[in-house]
């Protein structure tokens, strides 16, 4: 028999795949073959460490708060689709755009920076809707980010960072925070990205204020 | 109660069902997450985006297939996405710390040097898997599934699976053989 074939048979040595022929066959080889014999050692020893490796299974910290996270996760998933599938299906963007600051209004967030911020979020979502072609669910998250950013900037930043800094948020990076893109197909996710890079151009002052909260925080 | 009338109960729209069924299987979960994506964080996203996936699609699931099957095939679509993206835009998640949360640290301080020197090792030799030999790798190695059912997850034949795990195994160990110097 050639040490080749004896060699593919190794590594199911032990696991009940191999015949009762096969494993004749393997020991009386491994008996006289010295490189085969150092092989099985080798695979001995790699199967020990693969062994603990997987004994360190990796647990979340704070499983229960994940649960709850994940639940309120699937709890909400209907409703951003919700409230903006009726922002967008009023359609002139200055229409969106009045009615997105109502929102901001409604939110008690309401400040010219904000105001500024939300239109150059608006003018990104058009933009993002010709240029690539994304389902309405991404304008739904990028409009929900949008909301999440003007509360950042007002009274919520502080519970935000609150939450970063005992991990249940995740603050970095931003780009990827901005867009809660997680629910969508792999290909939109993409587009999401390369269009959050654009965000980054679009709202730099936004992201460089993020990015040194987070630095603060560190 | 069991998955299945969870299932059952979570489809009608019982949020406490689901949230039972979320606890029963997320350990599960979080483990092959954290093993495709490596990142602590990531498999935090991970877990939750399958759930929700679940949530929305429960309906859409056959009694005929095992429940399991059909949520670790969820899972790891999920983190492979998760694991593309990263790959592709290595500069936009940069900086971002990965760590893991072992089940209990050993005291033994030796004993813990020795285990995360195994771990770095092994993920680092996971790191230069292909895709395919990689998941087969967690699925049947670390996460014992029956080379079945690791078949039907990833929809492919277990002739596949047995060649792709040789392939895998092998890379593993040459290069734990190259890290002790053998
Ligand atoms: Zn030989």
């Known amino acids: 028999m050639r ?41 001995g020893r790699a199967r020990d460490l693969i062994g603990d490796f997987r004994a360190e299974a990796p647990v979340p910290r704070d ?14 998933s209907r409703e951003p689709g919700f409230v903006a599938r009726g922002l967008f299906s009023l359609g002139r963007p ?26 150059q979020i608006s003018g990104l979502e058009n933009k993002m809707k010709t240029e690539t072609r994304l389902p309405q669910s991404a304008f739904v998250r990028c409009w929900v980010s949008a909301e999440r950013i003007a509360g950042m900037l007002n009274g919520d930043s502080e519970r935000l960072l609150e939450q970063a800094r005992t991990g249940r948020l995740r603050f970095v990076p931003m780009a990827r925070y901005m867009f809660e893109f997680q629910h969508m197909p792999a290909g939109d996710r993409m587009r999401v990205l390369r269009a959050c890079r654009d965000v980054r151009k ?17 | 109660m069991e998955t299945r009338d969870l299932v059952i109960k979570s489809r009608s729209g019982d949020m406490q069902a689901f949230s039972r069924l979320v606890t029963l299987h997320q350990p599960y979960v979080y483990q092959i997450a954290y093993r ?52 592709r835009h290595a500069s936009v998640i940069a900086g971002e710390a990965s760590g893991m949360t072992a089940a209990s640290p050993d005291p033994d301080p030796e004993r813990a040097l020795l285990k995360k020197e195994t771990r770095e090792l092994i993920e680092r030799a996971m790191n230069r898997l292909p895709e395919k030999r990689r998941l087969v790798f967690i699925l049947r190695d670390l996460q014992e599934l029956s080379v079945q059912e690791t078949a039907e997850i990833l929809k492919c034949s277990e002739q596949n699976v047995k060649s792709h795990l040789y392939y895998a195994r092998r890379h593993i160990r040459e290069t734990i053989i190259k890290s002790e110097g053998v």
């Not at chain 1, 499983?63 to 909400?76: F, N």
């Open chain 1, 202 to 218: 679009t709202v730099p002052d936004v992201m460089t204020r993020l990015d040194q909260k987070y630095i603060e925080i560190q």
């Open chain 1, 63 to 76: 499983p229960e708060a994940l649960a709850g996270d994940v639940v309120r996760a699937a709890r909400q």
């Open chain 1, 94 to 119: 200055g229409v969106r755009l009045a009615l997105g600051g109502a929102l901001v209004f409604i939110l008690g967030s309401f400040f010219m920076e904000e105001i500024h911020i939300m239109n």
């Open chain 1, 3 to 43: 040490c080749k074939t004896i060699e593919k048979w190794l590594h199911w040595y032990g696991e009940g795949e191999l015949s009762a022929e096969q494993k004749a066959t393997v020991d009386a080889h491994v008996q006289s073959c010295e490189s085969c014999r150092s092989l099985l050692v080798h695979i």
């Open chain 2, 36 to 87: 495709v994506v490596l990142s602590a964080e990531d498999a935090r996203d991970v877990v939750q985006e399958v759930f929700v996936k679940v949530w929305r699609n429960l309906s859409k699931y056959r009694m005929n297939t095992k429940f399991t099957t059909w949520l670790y095939r969820i899972a790891v679509n999920a983190a492979l996405d998760r694991m593309r993206q990263n790959k």
